[in-house]
């Protein structure tokens, strides 16, 4: 059966914010999914440079993790961000659609750990290196 | 994210993104304290408030107290270096306010601690540590 990703994203999976945002599903695998944020004058936090704020990037490497993490368990479940970090390596070129892949590397009974980049074009160069962890919801007391 | 370089008093002007989001200053007591309503554009699932909204907020705040600490010391530009979020509690369908509190503002690197919460400041819903890049002119 497994997590139908693309029905997921389809139905508005990526809720009020994401779809404001104006994030797309680009494509997955086992335990990562990769999607995609165009460019938006909206989404400007530097009016000098027309770089975009760094807000934007979180909320797609949040979903891109989530996504990697019921692709990984092979369903949907509730969880919640624990945290994340995002280290900035360099500004995302303007007027570029920037490209975040998500990867589940680790899945314990109660806790998924996951990371993932965020690049502008080239994933070998890229623009942000993220590393956060989820709390499944319904994974009982002792877990 | 280099601030805004009007940033002097109350005239901060804040990004297109932070106006996106809703965000608008409140000072208090010299502080800016950012305030973002409640939203479709900011909601994750039915009635919650999307993580990346939340960390959106805080790095704003965090940006507004750099920024206003800054603008007292000459000009200077900043960058992100790293942004850690701790997501402490479900964020609800009410305004959401945020500060950010400079923890140490070096020659090169600022780190700053910022915090998010709704009805009860006592009871916050995320906080953030950001690490700034300081490039002095």
């Known amino acids: 059966m497994g997590f139908d990703i693309e029905r997921f994203t389809a139905m508005g999976g990526f809720g009020g914010h994401g779809r404001h945002l104006g994030m797309q599903y680009r494509t997955h695998g086992d335990d990562w999914a990769e999607l995609a ?65 998500g990867e589940c590397y680790r899945i314990t009974h109660s806790i998924a750990f996951v990371r993932g980049i965020a690049h502008d074009g080239d994933p070998d160069d890229p623009v942000a290196h993220v590393a956060g962890t989820f709390m499944r919801l319904n994974a009982g007391v002792e877990a | 994210m280099t601030p ?11 990004p297109p993104y932070a106006e996106w989001l809703g ?48 603008s007292l010391e000459g000009t200077a530009r900043i960058k992100p270096v790293t942004v850690t979020t701790d997501y402490l509690r479900t964020g609800r369908d009410h305004p959401t306010r ?13 780190n700053v601690e910022a915090t998010a919460w709704q009805e009860d400041r006592d009871r916050p819903i995320a906080t953030a540590r950001l690490n700034y890049r300081i490039l002095r002119d």
């Open chain 2, 98 to 110: 945020a500060v950010g509190t400079i923890l140490r503002l070096g020659q090169r690197i600022a």
């Open chain 2, 4 to 14: 805004p370089r009007t940033a002097i008093g109350t005239q901060m002007v804040l």
């Open chain 2, 23 to 70: 965000c608008s200053i409140e000072w208090v007591e010299e502080v800016p304290e950012l305030v973002m309503p409640f939203g479709d554009h900011v909601m994750g699932w039915p009635g919650l408030l999307q993580g990346g909204a939340i960390a959106g907020l805080l790095e704003v705040a965090g940006i507004a107290a750099l920024t206003h600490r800054l």
């Open chain 1, 37 to 101: 944020l165009p460019y938006g004058a909206r989404l400007i936090g530097d009016p000098a440079s027309g770089v975009i704020a760094s807000g934007p990037i979180v909320a797609m490497m949040d979903m891109a993790t989530s996504l990697s993490v019921w692709l990984k368990r092979g369903a949907f479940e509730a969880h919640v961000t624990v945290d994340l970090r995002v280290d900035y390596l360099r500004p995302a070129v303007p007027e570029r659609t920037v490209i975040g892949r």
